[in-house]
């Protein structure tokens, strides 16, 4: 793979762009893998690639449906923060946190990382209680945030009414290394780098069926034919439940849609992300100057990935009473997402009853800020056979048991 840097735009500058290689190759489907990936999202690529990295597993096949990224990976609105209440979300969630850090360097592909700092408005007393509470915990787990009064929310976001017709902004959770980073470029970068170590990333390939033998799988049935491997990772999001059914399992998941929109660009006005939970609506500025806006989840199971009016009405009249200079905005496009909730909103990362297969998913609305960490262990889960300390919590066992890791009051909102 060739190296990205001023030197190669200097010198592609100079013979008219024509020595650019592919980022990632599109090779057909060998008959057999060490490992085969299912669902080239975020999280799969990264998991492809921290078992290449730090297990030196590369005969490895993500396949995916459509195109790599156009699941939920490149469609959410790229918050990344790590302040959870609990303490194996706020580990997990502050490895993928700092693995963001230093991911464009690492992969040689700016990603975009930008930490501006995330805020999350307290609007009621609850909700103060809450966030103190978080804090408290943050700083245990040693993960940076602060409880801040909302004369600093105003510093720091000068177009917010704090005063607020119906909830005025009483404080605020803040992350100051919390931000966003460009969601298709994750994607992208992973994908060259996987495909750099000579993993075979397959689009179009839709997965149809798990083929097992005396509880163990042996291959997958795909739109390309049969594939035969020893392991099989299956992390495909808001079709996970369709997955299990596949290998002959259940999970206890939904999926619903969740929407997104944004705005005509403007010129630069916010530079922090900013959540409003209780009004529910969340905003930041891309570096387009687009309004990047989102709100909340369908309240029924449903696998469509189209927005709808009522949700952008209901989001766009939280957001006009916070931000009031956002009343005369046009909006330029908006979009759905298929995301897969489980009953406590932490994810899944385990074993599951057939022998080979593991399973990564339950990211809901907020695994984007999740995705290094997830790859990290989703890698070492599927390299040793066994969770390690970042996915232990996560097993699917843990609904059986009780032990729910429960971050839906606690976060407030997930994204
Ligand atoms: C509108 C919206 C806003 C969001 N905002 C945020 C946010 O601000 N911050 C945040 O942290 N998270 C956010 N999220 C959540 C985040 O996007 C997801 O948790 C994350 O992208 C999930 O990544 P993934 O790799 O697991 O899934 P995906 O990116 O959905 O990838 C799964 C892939 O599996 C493929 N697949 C499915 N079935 C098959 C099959 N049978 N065969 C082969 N391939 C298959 C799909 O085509 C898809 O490409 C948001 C989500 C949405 C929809």
Redesign the pocket.
């Known amino acids: 793979m060739k190296k990205y840097s001023a030197f190669a735009v200097a010198r592609e500058a100079l013979r008219d762009h024509l020595g650019w290689e592919k980022a990632w190759q599109s090779p057909e489907p060998r008959s057999t893998y060490d490992v085969i990936i ?8 990264a998991t492809a690639y921290y078992l290449g990295k730090n297990y030196g597993i590369t005969n490895v096949a993500i ?18 923060r790590s302040n959870y209440l609990q303490d194996p979300s706020a580990a997990i969630y502050e490895k993928a946190r700092s693995l963001y850090e230093n991911l464009s360097q690492e992969l040689n592909y700016n990603i975009m990382f930008s930490p501006r700092g995330v805020m999350m408005l307290a609007q009621t007393q609850h909700e103060i209680r809450g966030y103190e509470r978080t804090a408290h915990a943050n700083a245990l787990q040693g993960v940076s945030t602060e409880f801040i009064s909302p004369q600093r929310v105003k510093k720091l976001c000068p177009i917010i009414n704090i005063e607020g017709p119906r909830y005025p902004v009483l404080g605020a959770l803040w992350q100051p290394r919390g931000g966003t980073a460009r ?1 298709d470029a994750v ?1 992208w970068g992973y994908a060259r780098a996987c495909s750099d170590m000579g993993m075979h990333i397959i689009q179009q ?4 069926g798990v083929n097992t033998m005396n509880g163990k799988a042996v291959g997958v049935a ?1 739109s390309k034919g049969t594939i035969l491997c020893e392991k099989i990772g299956i ?5 996970s439940g ?2 299990a059914d596949m290998a002959g399992f259940r999970l206890p998941i939904e999926s619903v ?4 929109l944004v705005s005509e660009p403007i010129k630069p006005c916010m530079d922090v992300v900013v959540m409003a939970n209780t009004v529910h609506g ?1 905003m930041s500025q891309s570096d387009k100057g687009e309004m990047v806006i ?1 709100g909340g989840a369908d309240g029924y199971n449903n696998y469509s990935q189209r927005g709808s009016f009522h949700h952008v009405e209901e989001t766009v009249r939280a957001l006009v009473e916070t931000f009031p200079i956002i009343s005369r905005l046009k909006m330029l496009r908006w ?6 909730m489980t009953g406590d909103r932490s994810p899944i990362i385990s074993k599951t009853p057939v022998k080979n297969i593991f399973m ?2 339950g ?9 290094p960490g ?1 790859g990290w262990a989703m890698a070492e889960l599927i390299a040793k056979g066994e969770p390690g300390p970042l996915a232990e919590d996560f097993r699917v066992t843990r609904f059986r048991e009780g032990q729910f890791i429960d971050e839906s009051v606690a976060a407030g909102v997930a ?1």
């Open positions: 299912i669902g080239a999202g975020g999280h799969g690529l396949l995916e449906k459509g195109w790599l990224g156009g699941g939920n990976t490149g469609r959410n609105t790229t918050i990344i969601h994607a390939c839709e997965v149809t795909t992390v495909v999001a808001g079709h369709v997955l849609a969740l929407q997104a969340y989102g979009w759905g997402g298929i995301v897969d990564n998913c990211w809901g609305t907020g695994g984007f800020k999740a995705i997830s994204h």
